[in-house]
């Protein structure tokens, strides 16, 4: 069974010291909330998988946990130590559909560059996920989009940030 995002936030906090007998979520939800400057009752949405966060949320909470940003939104297929990137040959095109669309936000003046390796990371998870599917080019773009809108990479949000640089 895949674990929640919920799930997955969940395991985290207890692995960082954040287990709680006493609270019905398990975990405590105000140090994260504090880290992440939103209420309590936000975090504890977030923790029980009635809510999923934007991606800018996802990068706070991952830094704050010190996990992947892709791991905590799609679990395991983002764990590193079952990343083969190495065994996969070049799509070139692929390849290039998956920087074209996260080109923009790695571009931003705005991305710390200590952040700049989880999206290449993140990049390279879709790779891997997107090329070993036994499916057409076009399908491929099809599941690339939906991916990348997934947390919060539009084309359109891509395409307005690029005409307005």
Request: hydrophobic content about 40%; proline content about 5%; charged content about 25%.
């Amino acid at each position: 069974m895949t674990e929640t995002f919920g799930e997955r936030l969940t395991k985290t906090l207890v692995n960082i010291g954040y287990g709680s007998a006493t609270s019905k979520i398990g975990v405590q939800a105000t140090p994260l909330a504090k880290h992440l400057g939103m209420s309590v009752q936000m975090v504890r949405k977030y923790i029980t998988g009635d809510s999923i966060p934007d991606p800018s949320i996802v990068m706070l909470i991952a830094d704050f946990a010190k996990v992947s940003p892709c791991w905590l939104l799609f679990g395991d297929d983002c764990d590193k130590s079952n990343y083969k990137v190495q065994h996969s040959p070049l799509d070139r095109k692929l390849w290039e559909a998956i920087l074209s669309k996260i080109h923009p936000h790695l571009a931003s003046p705005d991305l710390p560059q200590e952040k700049l390796n989880d999206y290449l990371c993140f990049a390279m998870d879709i790779y891997e996920n997107i090329y070993h599917l036994d499916i057409s080019f076009e399908d491929r773009m099809n599941m690339l989009e939906l991916m990348i809108k997934s947390i919060g990479f539009s084309s359109k949000e891509s395409q307005k940030e690029v005409s307005n640089s």
